[in-house]
Antibody, heavy 121, light 110 residues
Framework: QVHLVQSGSELKKPGASVTVSCKAS????????MNWLRQAPGHGLEWMGW????????YYAQAYTGRFEFFFDTSVSTAYLQISSLKPEDSALYYC??????????????WGQGTTVTVSS | QSALTQPPSASGSPGQSVTISCTGT?????????VSWYQQHPGKAPKVLIY???KRPSGVPDRFSGTKSGNTASLTVSGLQAEDEADYFC??????????FGGGTKLTVL
């Protein structure tokens, strides 16, 4: 079975950092890039960017440069999203996703279950 | 990169058809045939219904169809069923490895 399993909900104070993990199973981790998406209340889905799991090169959407970092550990087939200097507006549901079956077709058919990050003092 | 524009809501009665639009620009929808549609039920991750404008992944009913004209893509749900009530998102490739999503449309089955 092919799965992406994300870490649990996080409650953080403004200014802190958070790391969300996304563990892949059932497929070769380095074969498929990993994308990160954000869903905030009333804001729909936003694509944050992706990381090439073969080369390690990340690409960040314009709105997600600076405080956001994608990285991974191939030894545990896990991708990570780290957000630093958290702001209340970072409160959202974060997803990892990849194009497993639809590779190259620019559509995400394999999703994690989502991780809720809440930033509040 | 601006989000694609979708109507916030749509509705239809069981058995009817409903079409949801997704308007982009010549930099995304108008140039690339990489428009996808996703269905999201409450508390669930999105599920891809349509990719490359009109193709359905295995297992997606043919009640779901997609088209594109110019900068606007559309998703049509035919023979509406109660379980089609969900949020629907469009996305498009925007060049230079970027992807842009729409704001989402809440479909209500009356």
């Amino acid at each position: 079975q092919v799965h992406l399993v994300q870490s649990g909900s996080e409650l953080k104070k403004p200014g802190a950092s958070v790391t969300v993990s996304c563990k892949a199973s059932g497929y070769s981790f380095t074969t498929y890039s990993m994308n990160w998406l954000r869903q905030a209340p009333g804001h729909g889905l936003e694509w944050m960017g992706w990381i090439n799991t073969k080369t390690g090169s990340p690409y960040y959407a314009q709105a997600y440069t600076g405080r956001f970092e994608f990285f991974f550990d191939t030894s545990v087939s896990t991708a990570y999203l780290q957000i630093s200097s958290l702001k209340p507006e970072d409160s959202a549901l974060y997803y990892c996703a990849t194009d497993y079956v639809l590779r190259g077709h620019k559509a995400f058919d394999l999703w994690g279950q989502g991780t809720t990050v809440t930033v509040s003092s | 990169q601006s989000a694609l524009t979708q109507p916030p809501s749509a509705s239809g009665s069981p058995g009817q058809s409903v079409t949801i639009s997704c308007t982009g620009t010549s930099s995304d929808v108008g140039t690339y045939n990489y428009v996808s549609w996703y269905q999201q039920h409450p508390g669930k991750a999105p599920k891809v219904l349509i990719y490359e404008v009109s193709k359905r992944p295995s297992g997606v009913p043919d009640r779901f169809s997609g088209t594109k004209s110019g900068n606007t893509a559309s998703l049509t749900v035919s023979g509406l069923q109660a379980e089609d009530e969900a949020d629907y998102f469009c996305s498009s490739y925007g060049g230079t490895t970027t992807v842009v999503f729409g704001g989402g449309t809440k479909l209500t089955v009356l």
